[in-house]
């Protein structure tokens, strides 16, 4: 589904007025449902989390920390619900034998770089990575889920989007008041330039990590091309935004619903489209696990990374949980 005009920043009026009263219901099952004990693992539990519903970078975030972690050696799980997935877990992703039909998009992304559970028990799926040898878990969202107790929590924002309305569901697209997620929050991850004043709205000794989007090295590839470009995620614009500043010629673009399951209808249009606009077609690496199979290679994906303004800073949250491995002595 796509969000409602109304939650976007400086949105509101009626409807958000008119459904406040069920905010202040969501909000209140949200509080008591977060305040319950989690499972506390054996091992650090990283969570990228969000205040919002819809994305905000945090598969991003998650993929490179656990790229991260695995650099340090550390054997780094991830652990996600697998939304717009049929199977319920706890479950390993298997790129081979699963699609996003069986476990969501996002797992599959995960799963590109580190092994991936899915498991709408989080706690479940993290004892059953640790059975396979996690040394780590980093979760994929799950700021608002209880069952399993995190070492170290990000909120991820969206500097574009922000809080938008700043209302929490359905008057808005807050799963919970800003200042209640960051009160459980280590620090907050601000992705792009802060448009929508997401500083002003965290508490001042909360630590922000800034970072942005980078173009991979497919998207460098197409500096220059025409392309029809389109994508269902929760944001499209920063994806064709991320192609221009790549220096990728933009011709056409589509918008897609969030987690949008396309069938050969819609790719055949697709296809079409870019043939009259002598453009080649190109989407995200999330939407091309949705791209029914036998459309995929006529098709460019241009991956999107992050970069972080200070390395130091993250290395420093990460530091407490993952110390760097003592010298052994050099013989005698």
């Known amino acids: 589904m796509r969000a409602p005009e109304f939650w976007r920043p400086g949105g509101g009026g009626l409807p958000a007025l008119l459904l406040s009263p069920f905010s202040a219901l969501y909000a209140g099952a949200t509080k008591r449902r977060v305040a319950r004990e989690g499972w506390q693992a054996p091992v650090p539990v990283i969570c990228c989390g969000n205040v919002t519903a819809g994305g905000a970078g945090k598969t991003t ?3 490179d920390l656990l790229d991260r972690l695995r650099r340090r050696g550390v054997e780094a799980h991830g652990l996600l619900r697998g939304y717009g997935g049929r199977l319920k877990g706890p479950v390993r992703v298997d790129p081979e034998r699963h ?3 069986d476990v969501g998009d996002e797992a599959l992304l995960l ?6 559970w899915v498991s709408a028990d989080r706690a479940a799926g993290a004892r059953a990575a640790i059975a396979e040898g996690a040394q780590a878990i980093v979760m994929d969202d799950g700021l608002q889920n209880p069952t ?3 070492s170290l929590s990000l909120l991820v924002v969206d500097g574009g989007f922000g809080f938008g309305n700043g209302r929490v569901i359905p008057a808005g697209p807050l799963r919970e008041p800003v200042a209640a997620a960051a009160a459980r929050a280590h620090a907050a991850v601000l992705i792009g330039a802060d448009e929508t004043g997401v500083l002003a709205a965290l508490p001042a000794e909360l630590p922000v990590l800034r970072a942005r989007l980078t173009p991979g090295p497919e998207t460098a590839m197409l500096a220059g091309r025409p392309v029809l470009a389109f994508a269902g995620i929760a944001n499209p614009r920063k994806f064709f935004d991320t192609l221009t500043e790549a220096g990728v010629i933009v011709v ?3 918008s897609f619903a969030d987690h949008y399951p396309y069938d050969e209808t819609d790719i055949r249009a697709l296809l079409k489209e870019a043939e009259a606009l002598h453009a080649l077609p190109v989407t995200t690496r999330k939407d091309i696990v949705r791209v029914p199979a ?6 460019a994906v241009a991956s999107i990374g ?3 303004d200070d390395e130091a800073a993250l290395e420093g949250l990460l530091a407490p949980h993952f110390p760097a491995p003592v010298p052994e002595p050099l013989p005698a």
């Not at 799963?111 to 991936?116: D, Y």
């Open 252 to 254: 056409g673009r589509q």
């Open 99 to 101: 699609d996003s039909r």
């Open 111 to 116: 799963a590109g770089v580190a092994p991936t």
């Open 306 to 308: 992050i970069a972080w």
């Open 294 to 299: 036998e459309f995929r290679d006529r098709i």
């Open 148 to 150: 399993l107790a995190k």
């Open 61 to 63: 975030v998650a993929i």
